[in-house]
Nanobody, 128 residues
Framework: QVQLVESGGGAVQAGGSLRLSCVAS????????MGWFRQAPGKEREFVSS???????????YYADSVKDRFTISRDNAKNTVFLQMNTLKPEDTAVYYC??????????????????WGQGTQVTVSS
């Protein structure tokens, strides 16, 4: 079983930055797709960013158009942690952010319905 625990959410003003972390535990990972989704009140959960890794130092990253050039996803494999650096935040980024994982490898973005593991979510609030 895999557990995902997010942290780093909070409240900031527009233009500010936050860094989310997601620590995975429960097993050894030889390959995975991990990423972030978000859900605003009254809206569907949507893809934000993900990365795909299957050994070595290289991994592939993917972003929603709405966050490209503002958000950066990265990982620290030694700590089983994935990060989401969020810069130039906008009020429309306000949502609960969920970490998600699939223990498989495809060179494409993580799909919501293939993520077998989810974190509990962390609130991000951006005021104007």
């Amino acid at each position: 079983q895999v557990q995902l625990v997010e942290s780093g959410g909070g409240a900031v003003q527009a233009g500010g930055s936050l860094r989310l972390s997601c620590v995975a535990s429960g097993r050894t990972f030889s390959s995975y797709m991990m990423g972030w989704f978000r859900q605003a009140p009254g809206k569907e959960r949507e893809f934000v960013s993900s990365l795909s890794w299957h050994g070595g130092s290289m991994y592939y990253t993917y972003y929603a158009d709405s966050v490209k050039d503002r958000f950066t996803i990265s990982r620290d494999n030694a700590k089983n942690t994935v990060f989401l650096q969020m810069n130039t935040l906008k009020p429309e980024d306000t949502a609960v952010y969920y970490c998600a994982a699939a223990l498989r490898y495809y060179n494409r973005k993580l799909q919501k319905d293939e993520a077998g593991y989810w974190g509990q979510g962390t609130q991000v609030t951006v005021s104007s």
